[in-house]
Structure formats: structure tokens, C-alpha cells
């Protein structure tokens, strides 16, 4: 079945940065708009970040604007998260999340999620 793999998060200090990566496998990672979502705890799931199926177009939450750049290799299946000028309430897990709709019906796939905390 479809795995989507997360990887990179951590601790990291106020003002740090890090990359998520999110690998795919046994899926047309060309055909797959591609979100990262955030869960802080004791709250709900927020999207963070998407980039479309080509690579053409990325948005962002208001609250990661210009701090966050999502990118992606179709080659390598993968999709990246770079994270700068980190803050306290950027701490949550992130998912990435691949999402297609097509006439044969709606494909959405969620990665198990990976901990970034951000503190001193």
C-alpha cells in the first residue's frame, strides 16, 4: 500500500531551523498535490503548507509566511519542509499528506508524522 514516511524533526532551539522530509513510496508522486499539516496538543490538525502535483504553486498558512519553504523532487518521491526562524508555538507533529481527486474518486494519504519542538 502507499507509505508516506516523514523524517527530520527534533528539538531545536527558538530562531533555529530545520527539513522535514516526507518519502513516498508505492504511489505516482507526480500525480499528488502535496500539504504538510501541523498537531500541537490539545488542538486541532492545521495545514501549514501546500505544493501542487508539478511543483508550480506553493501556499502557506499566514502563521508560517515567510519563515517556512516547501519544495519537492518527483524523482525522489519526496517532499521538504524548510523551517527557519523557528518559534515555541511552531511545536506540534507535522504530516505531509498527498492528496489527487480524479474522475475514479478521491486518494488522500497521511504519513505517520514526525516531533519538531521548538524550545531553549
Known amino acids: 500500500q502507499v507509505q508516506l514516511v516523514e523524517s527530520g524533526g527534533g528539538l531545536v532551539q527558538p530562531g533555529g531551523s530545520l527539513r522535514l522530509s516526507c518519502a513516498g513510496s508505492r504511489i505516482t508522486f507526480s500525480m499528488y498535490d502535496m500539504r504538510w499539516y501541523r498537531q500541537a496538543p490539545g488542538k486541532e490538525r492545521e495545514w501549514v503548507a501546500g505544493?501542487?502535483?508539478?511543483?508550480?504553486?506553493?501556499n502557506y498558512a499566514n502563521s508560517v509566511k515567510g519563515r517556512f519553504s516547501i519544495s519537492r523532487d518527483n524523482a525522489k518521491k519526496t517532499v521538504y519542509l524548510q523551517m527557519n526562524s523557528l518559534k515555541p508555538e511552531d511545536t506540534a507533529v507535522y504530516y505531509c499528506?498527498?492528496?489527487?481527486?480524479?474522475?475514479?474518486?478521491?486518494?488522500?494519504?497521511w504519513g505517520q508524522g514526525t516531533q519538531v519542538t521548538v524550545s531553549a
Open positions: 505544493i501542487t502535483a508539478a511543483g508550480g504553486v506553493t
Open positions: 499528506n498527498a492528496l489527487n481527486v480524479r474522475a475514479s474518486g478521491r486518494y488522500d494519504y
